[in-house]
């Protein structure tokens, strides 16, 4: 499978909501994940950072996430994730994007969450994520419903280029 095109901030395409897979063991989702898989390995090579990837980021509307929080860790896909609950406790962060790799942007994250979702052999899952990967995960579900970190800047000035907060 190859390495994928990631959308970049502005592709109006990034606002769309994605479409329920249906069957998460299709030929089609297993292509799906395995193209998010290389393209997330490939981005981090180049760009040095990089957790996860969502599908509408390389032009798929099918909720399918996949993480990797390090190169060396066990990869997790997750179909059709929904978070069924949320800790009251937030946290603010920079957030980054490998569709506006450059920018960081504030924003407000729950600090803990659950996650139902199916794997990639179709099994219910359920998974408490905390803080990275609560941040990370709201973060991708995000994508999967159209909205950016962008959209959810705190403010004006929660803006700001990588090289400048690094």
């Known amino acids: 499978?190859?390495?994928?095109?990631?959308?970049?901030?502005?592709?109006?395409?990034?606002?769309?909501?994605?479409?329920?897979?249906?069957?998460?063991?299709?030929?089609?989702?297993?292509?799906?994940?395995?193209?998010?898989?290389?393209t997330l390995s490939d981005f981090r090579d180049r760009q040095g950072f990089g957790r996860a990837i969502a599908a509408p980021q390389i032009g798929e509307h099918r909720r399918v996430v996949f993480v990797r929080m390090s190169p060396g860790a066990h990869p997790m896909p997750l179909i059709n994730p929904q978070i069924i609950r949320a800790s009251r406790e937030v946290m603010e962060l920079w957030d980054d994007c490998f569709s506006f790799p450059d920018l960081l942007v504030r924003v407000r994250r729950h600090v803990?969450?659950?996650?139902?979702?199916?794997?990639?052999?179709?099994?219910?899952?359920?998974?408490?994520?905390?803080?990275?990967?609560?941040?990370?995960?709201?973060?991708?579900?995000?994508?999967?419903?159209?909205?950016?970190?962008?959209?959810?800047?705190?403010?004006?000035?929660?803006?700001?280029?990588?090289?400048?907060?690094?």
């Open 1 to 38: 499978m190859p390495v994928r095109e990631i959308l970049h901030l502005g592709d109006p395409q990034l606002w769309h909501p994605s479409q329920i897979v249906s069957n998460a063991r299709s030929y089609e989702t297993q292509e799906i994940i395995t193209d998010l898989a290389e």
């Open 112 to 166: 803990e969450i659950v996650v139902r979702y199916l794997d990639e052999y179709g099994s219910e899952r359920q998974i408490t994520a905390r803080d990275d990967l609560s941040e990370l995960l709201q973060h991708e579900i995000d994508h999967l419903d159209g909205i950016l970190a962008t959209d959810r800047a705190i403010d004006h000035r929660s803006f700001a280029m990588r090289s400048v907060i690094k």
